[in-house]
């Protein structure tokens, strides 16, 4: 079983679970140092200072290394 971190949903897959990720509407920061994905709430304790949830990550700061995925989206397309 595979489980998405973000949102809790289970998949029979990993393809299922790879496809759900890009939709995850919980998991909205993406981190380009490590790739991961995760909640804003995740990232950030008091809303302006972000960092990488990932012990093994030193990636931090909204729109440096982390981006909300949406933004991603509309700047790639
Ligand atoms: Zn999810
Ligand atoms: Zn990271």
Redesign the pocket.
């Known amino acids: 079983m595979h489980t ?6 289970s998949f029979q897959t990993e393809l299922a ?1 790879e496809l ?2 890009d ?5 909205q920061l993406f981190c380009q140092v490590c790739g991961e994905r995760f909640r804003e709430g995740d990232a950030t304790q008091d809303g302006w200072h972000y960092e990488c949830p990932n012990d093994e990550c030193e990636a931090e700061g909204l729109q440096e290394d982390l981006y909300r995925i949406e933004d991603v989206r509309t700047t790639t397309h």
């Open positions: 998405c971190r973000n949102c809790n949903q679970l759900h990720r939709t995850c509407k919980k998991g």
